[in-house]
């Protein structure tokens, strides 16, 4: 009996030790997100900002000049507002400011709508007011947003879904967030 009682303990411990470490990985993966982002939003965005001055010159002396357009440098100008578009999205995909700024319920809000512009998949979102009211820890809606953005990220590459909604409410002292679409569903040999 104390063999087994023992094993049980050190089983548990063990569970604990991973439980902690599983947090510790995910706490510092979001820390290397945040650092990117940032570096992202200062390095780079200031290299595309002054790529993007130079053309800006460029065309109005130009046109100052009385020269015919360079297609180039207007498609230059094009492909660099693309990129800068692109970069905002990659920076707020890694780590979106409205979930610090705004909090957990703005910032599922704001990537539902993010994923509507992008894909045209309808996302309609539900908070109910007594969820909505709910101040979360910056780690636990960091997790909660993580979650929801898997899940949408799941429905636009698999479900062939045209419609998402996203529900919090309280249910029995907890908060519940539900996503659910429309799509194609996990066949049985999944």
């Known amino acids: 009996m104390t063999t087994l009682k023992h094993s049980q303990d050190s089983l548990l411990a063990?569970?604990?030790?991973?439980?902690?470490?599983?947090?510790?990985?995910?706490r510092v993966r979001e820390e290397e997100r945040v650092r990117i982002a940032r570096e992202l939003h200062d390095e780079l965005g200031s290299t595309l900002t002054g790529v993007k001055w130079a053309i800006a010159m460029a065309i109005d002396r130009a046109q100052e000049a009385a020269l015919p357009g360079d297609g180039q440098?207007?498609?230059?100008?094009?492909?660099?507002?693309?990129?800068?578009?692109?970069?905002?999205?990659?920076?707020?995909?890694?780590r979106p400011s409205v979930l610090d700024h705004l909090g957990v319920w703005t910032a599922i809000e704001w990537y539902a709508g993010q994923i509507e512009e992008r894909t045209g998949l309808r996302c309609q979102v539900a908070i109910a007011a007594e969820v909505a009211a709910i101040e979360v820890e910056p780690e636990r809606a960091t997790a909660m947003f993580r979650i929801v953005q898997e899940a949408l990220t799941n429905c636009?590459?698999?479900?062939?879904?045209?419609?998402?909604?996203?529900?919090?409410r309280r249910e029995a002292g907890a908060v519940i967030i539900a996503v659910e679409d429309d799509g194609v569903g996990i066949g049985n040999d999944a």
């Open 14 to 26: 063990s569970n604990e030790a991973l439980r902690q470490l599983s947090q510790y990985l995910e």
């Open 73 to 94: 440098l207007a498609q230059a100008s094009q492909l660099l507002d693309s990129a800068v578009d692109t970069m905002r999205r990659i920076i707020s995909d890694l």
């Open 156 to 168: 636009v590459r698999h479900a062939q879904a045209s419609r998402i909604e996203i529900r919090g």
